[in-house]
């Protein structure tokens, strides 16, 4: 029988004197790259011809704001859809914590954004579910990778999530490097 090898890790974790600077490449789908790709593929056909169309016809009264609000959505999916796809292939989190800051980002070959949070305020930092809530845009982007996380904290009075496409280990594995360098669960909540 064979042996199974552990897999190489996909997360980075720096413990440095003067920070903890943890990086988590996105976890990639094929599907998704795939039918995404193909997907901008047609969209960028619609993106061109649409406007074309627009100039060289004659529209209806009152068609013009149809047509137009279709374009204005129709450009919106596809930026979308091009963020979703460019963050399947290049996208990362980082998560750095130097000195009363803790920091979480998502970036595509350094762009992004990124919240600050006061370490002070934060507490219970945990291995949480990923929930799904159709109202909630975070949850809705979560199908195509970008949304949510498995780990959770509170701050303010509110749960933030951060870690989307760890897997149970690799989210133990921040869950302890954060707990065992700022002792973060020994606080009690606010």
Same mark, same amino acid.
């Given at each position: 029988?064979?042996?199974?090898? /552990?897999?190489? /890790?996909?997360?980075?974790?720096?413990?440095?004197?003067? =920070?903890?600077?943890?990086?988590?490449?996105?976890?990639?789908?094929?599907?998704?790259?795939?039918?995404?790709?193909?997907?901008?593929?047609?969209?960028?056909?619609?993106?061109?011809?649409?406007?074309?169309?627009?100039?060289?016809?004659?529209? +209806? /009264?009152?068609?013009?704001?149809?047509?137009?609000?279709?374009? %204005?959505?129709?450009?919106?999916?596809?930026?979308?859809?091009?963020?979703?796809?460019?963050?399947?292939?290049?996208?990362? =989190?980082? %998560?750095?914590?130097?000195?009363?800051?803790?920091?979480?980002?998502?970036?595509?070959?350094?762009?992004?954004?990124?919240? $600050?949070?006061?370490?002070? +305020?934060?507490?219970?930092?945990?291995?949480?579910?990923?929930?799904? $809530? /159709?109202?909630?845009?975070?949850?809705?982007?979560?199908?195509?990778?970008?949304?949510?996380?498995?780990?959770?904290?509170?701050?303010?009075?509110?749960?933030?999530?951060?870690?989307?496409?760890? $897997?149970?280990?690799?989210?133990? +594995?921040?869950?302890?490097?954060?707990?065992?360098?700022?002792?973060?669960? =020994?606080?009690?909540?606010?």
């Amino acid at each position: 029988m064979a042996k199974r090898r /552990p897999s190489t /890790p996909r997360i980075t974790i720096t413990d440095q004197p003067d =920070e903890l600077h943890i990086v988590i490449p996105c976890r990639r789908s094929l599907f998704v790259i795939i039918f995404l790709g193909f997907w901008v593929c047609g969209w960028a056909v619609g993106e061109v011809m649409a406007p074309i169309q627009f100039l060289n016809a004659t529209p +209806q /009264p009152g068609e013009e704001w149809l047509i137009l609000a279709w374009f %204005v959505v129709w450009t919106v999916g596809g930026v979308l859809a091009i963020y979703a796809w460019l963050w399947q292939v290049m996208g990362k =989190e980082t %998560v750095t914590v130097r000195g009363t800051i803790f920091s979480t980002r998502r970036e595509i070959r350094g762009f992004g954004f990124g919240k $600050d949070y006061d370490l002070m +305020q934060i507490n219970d930092v945990r291995l949480g579910q990923d929930k799904f $809530d /159709p109202m909630d845009i975070t949850s809705a982007l979560q199908l195509w990778g970008i949304g949510g996380g498995v780990i959770a904290f509170e701050s303010g009075g509110k749960t933030y999530r951060f870690g989307a496409g760890l $897997d149970e280990a690799e989210a133990k +594995q921040v869950v302890e490097a954060l707990k065992r360098r700022f002792k973060i669960a =020994e606080r009690s909540p606010k």
